[in-house]
């Protein structure tokens, strides 16, 4: 037996569909970002560390409440664009 759509149905999963669709590249796209961030900083560590000739943190306690308040400011930036403001 075959379920029938109805047409409140049927607006019901075109109304989700571009929400899906954004969520998924959005989750996509920060995904290749966070790898991206976290490849730029394991370099900058190596580097360091030849440098010194010792193991050096990835980033410093400071660095890392700097990184927090930037992506906290870029989500806040990217919910106001979406208000309109």
Do not use: C, H, N
């Not at 075109?14 to 976290?38: F, M, N, S, Y």
């Amino acid at each position: 037996m075959a379920k029938t759509m109805t047409k409140s149905s049927d607006r019901r999963l075109t109304k989700r569909a571009p929400k899906t669709g954004v969520l998924l590249a959005g989750g996509v796209l920060g995904a290749i970002i966070g790898v991206g961030a976290a490849y730029l900083l394991w370099q900058a560590k190596e580097r360091r560390s030849q440098e010194l000739d010792e193991d050096v943190p990835v980033v410093s306690s400071s660095g890392l409440m700097r990184i927090g308040l930037l992506v906290f400011s870029l989500l806040r930036q990217i919910g106001d664009i979406a208000k309109g403001d």
